[in-house]
């Protein structure tokens, strides 16, 4: 006769809560990672067991429920100007009563210098410069 399988955390529901387990804790990680939660904010994790035995004692139900409490998203404001445009009031990310301003169309290109290089420098040719007259 083999040995008989004890029921352990690692077993329940076949590996089921602890998959559970492994999921709810990757969802945790994602949270704390997220920059709209609080990064410094407690989460939690908590595991459910249930054990209801039948009426003669010899078997057991066990029913388990991972449950995960964690921050939401910050709340957040941003200033939005009330308009009527088009014959409809609304809202609007800038007020439409001034113009918008006037952007270059076209792309500006720079250099980009690597970290700890200078970047170049056109050198002007020197320049002599007249002393000033003499006031006597």
């Known amino acids: 006769m083999s040995k008989p399988n004890e029921l352990t955390l690692a077993n329940i529901g076949g590996g089921g809560l602890a998959e559970d387990v492994s999921r709810e804790l990757r969802r945790v990680c994602e949270n704390i990672a997220d920059p709209n939660c609080k990064t410094d904010a407690k989460r939690s994790i908590k595991i459910d067991l249930k054990i209801k035995p039948d009426a003669k004692g010899q078997t057991a139900t066990v029913t388990y429920e991972v ?10 404001s ?15 990310q800038m ?10 169309k076209e792309p ?6 690597p970290v700890g290089q200078q970047p170049k420098v056109a050198q002007m040719p020197a320049t002599k410069i007249a002393p000033p007259p003499d006031a006597s």
């Open 67 to 76: 449950k995960t409490s964690m921050p939401g998203p910050q709340p957040g």
């Open 108 to 113: 500006v290109v720079t250099e980009i210098v």
């Open 95 to 104: 007020d439409l009563r001034q113009n918008e301003l006037p952007f270059n």
């Open 78 to 92: 941003t200033t939005a100007w009330i308009a009527m445009h088009e014959n409809k009031l609304g809202l609007f």
